[in-house]
């Protein structure tokens, strides 16, 4: 479970006076899927972010799972981030070099599995997001619905229980687009949280819950 108590964010202080999150409260139970949508720069990323201990409030409580995050040490509060959570991002954030399987694999090596059991996982992770056939491509080689089944192969191969995507369709054609949103679907009634960023109303009425975000603040 996802409980955030006054969360403020506030990037600069020097800066602006403005925060990203201004006293966001919410709850976010085991298993749902929920939409989060609002007009550009209106803190949806800063938000998700938060949530996927990519960075942290300024200001407020972050509750994940029953542990207090911001009262962790460091080394906890990267094995949260480990063990919950799966992210995919708009423009896939692959790695260049490495083939699909590689990059697949990468998480697993962070998790220090041992080979063996990092080709059975990677292997069922293809096979589920139906990529097995492109094991050795290198990422330039493959099209966007293809790159993106593969950064979701990489947010599920550890088992991550909240899935986060920041507008994951927002860089494919239409068709496309709703063909990943059928996957995290999918992903969602195996009983994986999934919150999704987007712009497109169409998106957001398929989830179960909308969150609204307006200048750093819900709606
Ligand atoms: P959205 O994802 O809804 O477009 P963001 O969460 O990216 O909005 O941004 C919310 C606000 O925070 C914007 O005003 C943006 O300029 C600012 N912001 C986002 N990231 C940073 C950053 N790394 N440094 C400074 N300001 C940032
Ligand atoms: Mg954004």
């Known amino acids: 479970m996802i409980e955030l108590k006054g969360i403020v964010k506030i990037y600069d202080k020097n800066v602006s006076d403005k925060p990203a999150l201004n006293n966001v409260n919410l709850t976010i139970y085991d298993g749902e899927l929920v939409s989060v949508i609002g007009p550009s720069g209106s803190g949806k990323s800063t938000l998700l972010n ?17 542990v207090d995050v911001y009262s962790c040490s460091r080394k906890k509060y990267d ?12 423009h896939f954030a692959l790695m260049d070099k490495f083939t699909a399987y590689e990059n697949i694999e990468l998480p697993l090596l962070a998790h220090n599995i041992k080979r063996t059991q990092r080709n ?17 491509k290198m990422p330039s080689k493959m099209s966007g619905g293809q790159q993106q089944r593969v950064a979701i192969a990489r947010a599920l191969v ?22 990943v949103i059928r996957i995290l679907k999918e992903i969602n009634a195996s009983g994986t949280t999934v919150i999704i960023v987007t ?11 909308i969150i609204e975000i307006c200048d750093g603040e819900l709606v």
């Open 79 to 90: 094995l949260l981030r480990k063990d919950n959570i799966g992210f995919v991002f708009q």
């Open 50 to 66: 938060i949530i996927g201990c990519m960075d942290r409030a300024t200001e407020g409580q972050y509750i994940l799972n029953g």
């Open 158 to 179: 550890t088992g991550c229980n909240i899935l986060l995507a920041d507008e994951p369709t927002g860089a494919l054609d239409q068709a496309t687009g709703r063909e």
């Open 199 to 209: 712009h497109d109303s169409g998106i957001a009425e398929q989830t179960n819950r």
């Open 120 to 136: 059975r996982m990677i292997n069922d992770a293809m096979e589920r997001l139906g990529i097995l056939s492109e094991k050795g």
